[in-house]
């Protein structure tokens, strides 16, 4: 997955915000970057914005932010896949990426288990019925994403069986 990153010039330090309301340091705390998203991203004037590719899905992101955790936010020139071709950069807001990337917050099958988020082409068919059945609040586009989720599976399992 890519995320927007700011890059520190004099220590080749990368931070990241994994959410909206995730503001992270540097280890110095000399620069800043907060907001997680292409399109309402802070930060402070020692960084270059850059674009990273993460080996983990969104889900993952928000789950250690929400949890206090410290596996993602940072890293350095070293370690990460820095993009700098503009035509490999994702398009967000095309309806493949937020059908791949579309996260749901759940408190497990009994509601008593602690928020965690997952991305829904993981979700068990199940929990994407439930979801239908049950939450009246959610955009056209949300029911869409998940009706277009059970209709590939069961696609996919008829193909299986023939």
Do not use: C
């Amino acid at each position: 997955m890519q995320v927007i990153a700011g890059l520190q010039k004099n220590t080749g330090e990368i931070i990241y915000s994994r959410h909206r309301q995730d503001y992270v340091e540097t280890s110095e705390g000399e620069d800043f970057i907060d907001g997680g998203q292409k399109d309402i991203v802070r930060s402070s004037i020692g960084l270059d914005i850059i674009t990273i590719n993460l080996e983990a899905q969104l889900s993952d992101l928000i789950n250690d932010y929400l949890d206090g955790g410290a596996k993602y936010g940072r890293t350095n020139v070293h370690e990460a896949t820095i993009i700098t071709n503009p035509d490999l950069i994702e398009d967000r807001s095309t309806y493949l990426w937020r059908l791949e990337n579309m996260t749901w917050g759940t408190y497990g099958e009994h509601g008593r288990s602690p928020l965690k988020y997952i991305n829904l082409v993981d979700a068990e068919l199940d929990h994407l019925e439930a979801i239908l059945k049950t939450q009246s609040h959610l955009e056209v586009e949300q029911r869409k994403i998940i009706h277009d989720i059970i209709v590939a599976r069961a696609f996919i399992g008829y193909m299986e069986l023939t």
